[in-house]
């Protein structure tokens, strides 16, 4: 059957991006630094806040999750790409019949994969271990799967930065990913910000995300659930957006 | 192209360049570093848009058609991009899933070229672990597993070993045969000599000459030149040479001696006489017309030096 000129781009397009997100699948999710960032750094981040608190271990499990996200989620494209600028491997991606829309989508897949990939084991271990239950489980869901979404849209956006070196991507993200812990109600209650402060957190897409896993488990939010969804979304068109124009921009 | 230029803010790396290329046709790019021939390619494939004028590719408007304009080539870039971490079957597949390829289709091309360029056997091993040479055949065998109608290669045979340099002029003589347009860039004059229908020169972003090898060599007669070898000679043969009337060059080439002229049958004659005066004999003796190289040189204005040209992109 012949799809419609429209469609079949579409299909064709969606079909390169799942081929980039696979490639990066093979070649970097089993990558030294990508492991120590999308893993154990969320882990020792989490334990340095987290030992010590009066609450219960399952209690912790959100924001476990909201950190593994942050940090696995936007691990994988800050490397990939500077490294493939540098064995020119990002040229063939950038001269192949496929625009930037797929070219950003795909590298913000594998980010989003390798989130799903590892946030399984702080999900399973609050279930299993430290029997925290999931009272809703769409919410979980969709707010898992937009926040891995948005974070890695914000890796894919950073890495477009026209670099060679991963560090320099790195360390311009961290700039953002670091205080996005502490004004997304991960480790300070949103309701515990102090007033002056308290208009920065919508600013976070994390706070969104987190609103709605936590609201998962707790049955409570902070901000409306459709809200939260709205501006998650509106979030990834603003990432997605701004990385293919940047994108462009540097391989002009 | 028509009309073409492309400015980095204050630099024009191309000005108004225009040129046709005929489909199934071998054509050379040639130019000194900084000439522009990057930048040529760069707008052809769509990377870069240019500042004004046009660019088709069989009829596809790179700029407005990019997508469209890309199924149709195959690009082999200059500096060998495969993916060092994944094997030589999963560099082609890959490819060939970024250029659309149904699974069927890419998983026969993809043996098809692999034995072509001799990788079969390897086909598992990962890149990284292949040779200069075989590296460099991956490359281009990524670059034709969508049956390209157009294929753009830079530099392909670069500092290769010999075998990988005749499975890639074999491929390419192929190619032509089964009218595939090649666009080829190269810093060996000789290779677009031989492989290339027609030949462009770019220089400073200009057009400098644009026609098949021989016309181009036609062009400059006034460097055909006589290679002679005396039986014994010393360090004043040279200045006895550069006498020798119509002789506008003379340069030592190991035990040989090399006469420029316009003129050959004149200076054979001085040059046999001159070895009667000396009491030599002539060992061998050869006339040449022009190279490309030559005509590269002049249009370009390189320095050529006892050994060649000195720096050609």
Not at chain 2, 61 to 85: F, L
Not at chain 2, 198 to 210: D, E, M, S, T
């Amino acid at each position: 059957m012949t799809r419609p000129p429209l469609l079949g781009q579409f299909v064709t397009e969606l079909r390169a991006g799942w081929a980039i997100a696979k490639k990066d699948m093979v070649i970097y999710y089993v990558r030294p630094n990508i492991i120590v960032t999308g893993l154990l750094f969320p882990l020792f981040m989490f334990l340095a806040f987290s030992v010590g608190n009066t609450q219960s271990p399952g209690a912790e499990i959100p924001g476990l999750l909201a950190i593994t996200i942050l940090f696995s989620a936007s691990s994988i494209m800050p490397v990939s790409v500077p490294i493939e600028r540098r064995t020119k491997t990002f040229d063939r991606l950038l001269s192949a019949p496929v625009s930037l829309n797929a070219l950003v989508f795909g590298e913000s897949m594998s980010g989003f994969l390798f989130s799903l990939a590892i946030a399984i084991v702080p999900f399973f271990a609050g279930l299993l271990i430290f029997n925290t239950p999931v009272n809703h489980a769409v919410a979980l869901v969709i707010g898992f799967a937009l926040s891995s979404f948005v974070v890695a849209s914000l890796g894919t956006l950073f890495a477009a930065y026209p670099t060679e070196s991963p560090g320099d991507v790195m360390s311009m993200l961290n700039v953002v990913r670091l205080p996005m812990m502490f004004i997304s109600g991960v480790f300070i209650p949103l309701a515990s910000i102090p007033e002056p402060w308290h208009a920065i957190i919508y600013f976070s897409p994390l706070t969104y995300g987190y609103d709605l896993i936590q609201s998962s488990y707790s049955g409570t939010t902070h901000i409306d659930p459709v809200l939260d969804v709205i501006m998650l979304l509106v979030f990834i068109a603003i990432f997605q957006v701004l990385a293919i124009r940047l994108y462009k921009r540097s391989s002009v | 192209m028509k009309h073409l230029s492309k400015s980095f803010g204050e630099i024009r790396a191309l000005s108004d360049v225009s040129f046709e290329v005929s489909e199934g046709e071998a054509f050379g790019f040639l130019g000194p570093n900084g000439a522009g021939k990057t930048t040529t390619i760069r707008v052809l494939t769509g990377i870069s848009p240019p500042t004004e004028g046009e660019a088709k590719v069989f009829g596809l408007d790179v700029v407005r058609e990019t997508i469209a304009a890309r199924r149709t080539m195959g690009i082999v870039a200059e500096t060998s991009n495969a993916y060092d971490d994944l094997s030589g079957w999963r560099n082609m597949m890959f490819s060939a899933e970024l250029y659309g390829v149904s699974r069927s289709t890419r998983e026969k091309r993809a043996q098809e070229l692999l034995e072509l360029f001799g990788l079969w056997e390897r086909r598992d091993d990962k890149a990284r672990t292949y040779s200069k040479g075989m590296k460099r055949r991956l490359t281009i065998a990524m670059g034709l597993v969508n049956d390209p109608r157009l294929l753009f290669l830079d530099e392909p045979t670069s500092g290769l070993d010999v075998q990988s340099n005749l499975i890639i002029r074999d491929v390419i003589r192929d190619l032509n045969s089964q009218k595939v347009t090649v666009f080829l860039t190269t810093h060996n004059i000789e290779e677009a000599n031989l492989s290339c229908d027609r030949v462009a020169i770019i220089n400073k972003g200009r057009i400098a000459a644009i026609d098949s090898p021989e016309r181009l060599k036609g062009t400059i007669q006034s460097v055909q030149s006589v290679e002679v070898a005396f039986e014994s000679s010393s360090a004043a043969t040279i200045d006895s040479l550069r006498t020798l009337a119509k002789v506008s060059e003379v340069r030592k080439e190991g035990d040989k001696f090399r006469l420029f002229t316009d003129d050959p049958p004149t200076v054979i004659e001085a040059v046999y006489s001159l070895a009667g005066a000396k009491g030599t004999r002539i060992v061998s003796l050869n006339t040449y017309g022009p190279s490309l190289e030559d005509v590269f040189i002049k249009l370009t204005g390189l320095e050529k030096h006892a050994k060649g040209v000195s720096t050609v992109d």
